[in-house]
């Protein structure tokens, strides 16, 4: 694949870009950790392609240009509920 000219991209879109690049590098690793390598010159191109995205998103933060981060999902996280110990298994019975 040719390099891709991502300058003339909002850099909204190229933050969105980056992030779909990102999830689709962890699919493919994933892939390739269950013994698929049909993906292996697709990976190392989208690696190519996301860090000439990062490139040019830095390069117009070097130029001026405001650049807001990408609002991410709001999910709430719950932590996980304690654990009672044993919970009575091992208590000895009363006589």
Known sequence: MKHKNFSGVDSTDLQRQIADSQEQ???????MGMGQ???????????????????????????GEVITPLAKANVSVQAPAKKKGLGGLFQRKQK
């Not at 590098?25 to 892939?31: A, E, P, S, T, V």
């Not at 292996?40 to 996301?50: E, G, I, S």
Request: proline share 0%; glycine share 6%.
């Open 37 to 63: 390598y049909e993906g292996l010159t697709k990976y190392r191109n989208l690696k190519k392609d996301r860090a000439r995205m990062l490139t040019a998103l830095r390069a117009k933060e070097i130029g």
């Open 25 to 31: 590098l962890f699919r493919l690793r994933f892939q």
